[in-house]
């Protein structure tokens, strides 16, 4: 089975709906982390999560918000869906070294 | 602050042919560095990292990569590509928790090798 696994892995969506991404690690690290990747410009940090109780913004957290329910769960939500959003999402986890663990993605699509 | 450059967006090269992806860094402090691969519609896949010793690092796959300090480089090479090497390649680089913002990646915009027969 997968370390870190995201669900759904596409989705097609409507501007202004509200969309849940979510993320299940089994690595037992407590740090998580939310990406966007779009083309030519590499992944940008969303947010990310050193624990349960510690929620920091990345450099493009307008227009999303995160949500970690467990040491193993961190979910992404877009409130109110724009074009501009379509995007591949990651997520990852990571020791305390910084190496991180990806998940597989979600292909994002928003109309 | 971090920032990662690869100026290359795009390297093709014939198979059997050598190869080296260009990454420079900037930093204040001490840092780590990793290079991802991404093959075509997959997650990210750690190929190497430098976290402290030996400044040549030896990866998965064949490829290996070089800190150098005094350029602020960490290039990555392959003697010889396959066509099952095609895929986009991530810099990346993180403080170590240095700054007192965690220990964040922050990646470079990535090069597509591209292995040609």
């Known amino acids: 089975d997968a370390d870190v696994t995201q669900t759904p892995r596409n989705r097609i969506t409507k501007t202004g709906k509200r969309i849940m991404l979510e993320c299940s690690q089994t690595?037992?690290?407590?740090?998580m982390y939310w990406y966007r990747q779009d083309p030519g410009l590499g992944l940008r940090l969303i947010y990310y999560?050193?624990?349960?109780?510690?929620?920091n913004k990345g450099e493009i957290s307008d227009g999303y918000s995160v949500s970690r329910q467990a040491q193993a769960k961190f979910s992404l939500s877009l409130e109110s869906a724009i074009p501009n959003q379509t995007a591949l999402y990651f997520c990852?986890?990571?020791?305390?070294?910084?190496?991180?663990?990806f998940g597989p993605g979600t292909r994002l699509t928003v109309l | 602050a971090q920032s990662v450059t690869q100026l290359d967006s795009q390297v093709p090269v014939f198979e059997e042919a050598p190869v080296e992806l260009r990454c420079n860094y900037s930093?204040?402090?001490?840092?780590?560095l990793f290079w991802y691969v991404q093959y075509p519609n997959q997650g990210l896949q750690l190929l190497l990292k430098y976290l402290s010793g030996s400044t040549l690092v030896k990866g998965i796959n064949g490829f290996e990569a070089e800190f150098n300090k005094s350029q602020t480089s960490f290039h990555l090479r392959k003697p010889s590509v396959h066509i099952s090497d095609t895929a986009e390649y991530f810099c990346?680089?993180?403080?170590?928790?240095?700054?007192?913002?965690?220990?964040?990646?922050?990646f470079g915009t990535g090069t597509q090798l591209k292995v040609e027969l």
């Open positions: 990346a680089v993180s403080d170590g928790g240095l700054t007192g913002g965690g220990n964040k990646l922050t």
């Open positions: 999560s050193f624990d349960v109780k510690d929620i």
């Open positions: 690595k037992g690290h407590d740090r």
């Open positions: 930093s204040s402090v001490s840092v780590y």
């Open positions: 990852a986890t990571s020791d305390s070294r910084g190496e991180q663990f």
